[in-house]
């Protein structure tokens, strides 16, 4: 169990640039999820895959924003036309039913918009 | 939709000592899951302790004990024996068991422990 890895740490852009976040979860684990995460603040929901099929999204997804799993393996979390108020922790998570609910989180990207 | 709420920002604890961290939660479900999970400055969240709302026995891990009142949607986590490592971010959480995909967190508190 390596846990799950995410990369890369932090990233700086500036406005307008596309960004892309990976998320590589624990092997045996076919449910992922990312959540974003603001200065003082818990995580919040973002989309959700089972396997490959993403089953569903948070409103805070807007259009700019792309996520994938191919394969039901490692995910991407694309930002595209960045804002300054994109600028959070992006986290990822995974599990399994058999882990009775519990959550593995990565240790999230910072993302920072100039 | 469900809601957590933290109403302490931050709270500071002598070692050895024992501190409560409160959350209230509202849900319309019947069957859940409540969590307490630990983000130390190092940023990875971990698990500290879960709670299922079915079993009215409260959690409890070596030190970490929590407070479960169903009736009154409480949910507080108890730290017994203050460690310096205990130090960090603690956040309430909830997953619905009809809704598989959605945890719902809380603001947080920040708990200093202090030597």
């Known amino acids: 169990d390596t846990g799950v890895s995410q990369d890369p740490r932090h990233k700086i852009t500036k406005r307008g640039q596309n960004v892309t976040f990976r998320c590589d979860p624990i092997?045996?684990?076919?449910?992922l999820y990312w959540y974003r995460q603001t200065l003082g603040q818990g995580p919040e929901f973002l989309t959700y895959?089972?396997?490959?099929?993403?089953?569903?999204k948070s409103r805070l997804l807007s259009d700019r924003f792309s996520a994938e799993r191919p394969k039901g393996s490692f995910s991407t979390l694309e930002i595209q036309r960045t804002e300054q108020g994109d600028s959070a922790m992006y986290l990822c998570?995974?599990?399994?039913?058999?882990?009775?609910?519990?959550?593995?989180f990565g240790s999230g990207t910072q993302l920072s918009v100039l | 939709a469900q809601t957590v709420t933290q109403s302490q920002p931050e709270m500071s604890v002598q070692e050895a000592e024992t501190v409560t961290l409160s959350c209230t939660y509202d849900?319309?479900?019947?069957?859940?899951?409540l969590f307490w999970y630990k983000q130390p400055p190092s940023r990875q969240m971990i698990l500290v302790i879960r709670q299922e709302a079915y079993k009215q026995q409260n959690a409890t891990e070596n030190r970490f004990s929590v407070n479960f009142q169903k009736a009154a949607k409480s949910f507080s986590l108890k730290i017994s024996d203050s460690q310096l490592g205990d130090t960090a971010m603690y956040f309430c959480a909830f997953k619905g068991r009809d809704n598989f995909n959605k945890f719902y967190f809380g603001s947080g508190t920040k708990l200093n422990v202090k030597p």
């Open positions: 895959f089972q396997n490959e099929a993403q089953l569903e």
């Open positions: 849900t319309s479900e019947s069957n859940y899951y």
């Open positions: 092997s045996e684990h076919n449910r």
């Open positions: 998570a995974s599990k399994t039913a058999a882990t009775n609910e519990k959550l593995f």
